[in-house]
């Protein structure tokens, strides 16, 4: 669906969607209001107030949260799934052990984002989160302590190696967008996504967690901690459940846990497949490869993610699951795997209806047309206009290709060279990364899938996803002031 031509000028659609998420948290945070209700609700009056035609709105709503279904459900129904499994035959607990064996108790947080770091090389940030969550999960079970100290540095290492490191598809289409080398945007964006994961995501993710205390959620593994919810120490936060875990009748398959190379192995399935289709799709980008192979579109179909998460849990079942119960009984695992997550998919596509919405409603155009001839230094200029889209509208994505395309010109007037095209690209993934919030969808998988409400959400996940943003801005503009 194409945006609808703007009723009003720049500043009019701003005070709309700054509206908009005024009123969304009001409804939540206040009203009391279930968020997916909010959502869907927000969106309808957003889409009347920016001037959609009448007949339009319901396609406008819809073309935001079936895409971000379409995306989303999958993968967490997979990742669930696999989740689950290694969580009742004891796998999560076997590699968790290991990490902990190999780093050490008091390095468990960073031994949990340096594996993520790892595998957030190929796999997306969603797809990397919900594998890695029975992980982080039993990790932060094992030594008590908020949720967030274990929670944030995984999922700020997929978040960085996502926005930031080629082959993922935003910093590919923004070097490809500007006439610079994906291989050099690949050997800059790797040291700066990890020195900023270190700095923005791991330091801060301690802060956070000695302030405020996230229990593990009940819903998705069971109970941990006695059931308690995810209420900070002060005060603020919802139950995330109502204390009944496995004990409900549910099965526990972990007295003949695999072994630790099993486990790594059944994890390393989703990273080769999803591998195949980021590296082709890169190859074929750069020219390396020409388009229309048989075998390399048959491998980018094995490494298309909700495939690679299919063959895996398929491997689940075969090496976990089956070994140590009758099919009927692995049938019962993966089908109470999947009751706690209705939920979780339902808000995510609703957070996805409200940032189409908001992009449909021409917002981030006029603002980027307004923005696109500051005078300013061009990698400030690059970040800032990220920034302002990124919170407008939402999508990381569109942020950051966005930026690429409307900067492209003055980046080829200025001749700039390969290295100095990489510190852009980074600055652009940097302003994308920043200030997530609600109308992002994925501010509500993260909220969900850690048991936290809105608020405590905005005040960790937001946090941290600005301090990683910003200190990879730093980074990025301090070798730009030296070359």
């Not at 009019?12 to 959502?39: C, E, N, P, R, Y």
């Not at 459900?73 to 590699?95: C, I």
């Not at 500007?178 to 996504?193: K, Y």
């Not at 007295?255 to 980021?278: G, K, N, Q």
């Amino acid at each position: 669906m194409e945006a609808i031509d703007p009723a009003y000028g720049t500043a009019t659609l701003l005070l709309i969607a700054a509206g908009a998420v005024a009123l969304l948290l009001f409804l939540i945070m206040k009203v009391k209001l279930h968020a997916f209700v909010s959502l869907v609700l927000v969106s309808l009056l957003t889409a009347l107030v920016a001037g959609f035609p009448l007949a339009d709105v319901p396609a406008a709503m819809m073309f935001g949260f079936s895409s971000t279904l379409g995306s989303v459900a999958l993968l967490v129904a997979f990742g669930v799934m696999l989740g689950r499994l290694m969580e009742v035959t004891g796998g999560a607990q076997v590699l968790a052990d290991s990490l902990i064996g190999r780093f050490g108790e008091k390095r468990a947080p960073l031994a949990l984002g340096i594996a993520a770091l790892l595998f957030g090389f190929p796999i997306f940030f969603d797809a990397g989160l919900v594998v890695f969550l029975p992980i982080i999960l039993t990790v932060a079970r094992r030594f008590g302590g908020s949720l967030l100290l274990y929670a944030l540095p995984a999922a700020g290492a997929f978040a960085a190696m996502h926005a930031i490191v080629p082959p993922h598809p935003g910093p590919v289409a923004a070097a490809e967008a500007l006439g610079g080398s994906v291989g050099v945007s690949l050997l800059v964006g790797i040291p700066v996504a990890v020195a900023s994961w270190y700095v923005g995501v791991l330091l801060v993710s301690r802060r956070l967690g000695a302030r405020i205390d996230v229990s593990v959620p009940v819903a998705l593994f069971g109970e941990v901690n006695g059931g308690r919810g995810a209420a900070g120490r002060d005060g603020e936060g919802e139950a995330a459940g109502d204390g009944a875990g496995p004990a409900a009748g549910e099965a526990r398959l972990d007295r003949r846990p695999p072994s630790f190379r099993t486990v790594l192995l059944l994890l390393l399935v989703p990273l080769v497949l999803i591998s195949f289709d980021t590296v082709l799709d890169t190859l074929t980008v750069s020219g390396v490869l020409e388009e229309g192979q048989s075998w390399a579109a048959f491998l980018s179909l094995l490494g298309n993610t909700p495939v690679a998460l299919l063959i895996t849990v398929l491997a689940a079942i075969a090496v976990l699951g089956r070994p140590r119960a009758r099919m009927t009984e692995v049938t019962k695992i993966l089908d109470d795997a999947l009751g706690p997550i209705c939920s979780i998919i339902l808000i995510t596509g609703a957070g996805g209806m409200f940032g189409g919405v908001l992009r449909l409603s021409g917002i981030g155009d006029a603002l980027s047309g307004s923005l696109a001839d500051l005078g300013i230094s061009l990698i400030v200029q690059a970040f800032v206009i990220a920034t302002l889209l990124r919170v407008a509208q939402g999508s990381a994505t569109v942020a950051l290709t966005t930026t690429a395309g409307l900067i492209a010109g003055a980046v080829a007037d200025a001749g700039l060279g390969d290295f100095q095209i990489a510190l852009i690209v980074v600055a652009i993934a940097a302003g994308a990364t920043v200030l997530s919030h609600v109308n992002d969808s994925g501010f509500w998988l993260v909220s969900r899938f850690f048991g936290m409400d809105e608020k405590t959400t905005l005040k960790t996940w937001t946090v941290m996803e600005t301090t990683l943003g910003l200190t990879a801005f730093v980074i990025a503009l301090s070798f730009w002031m030296v070359v």
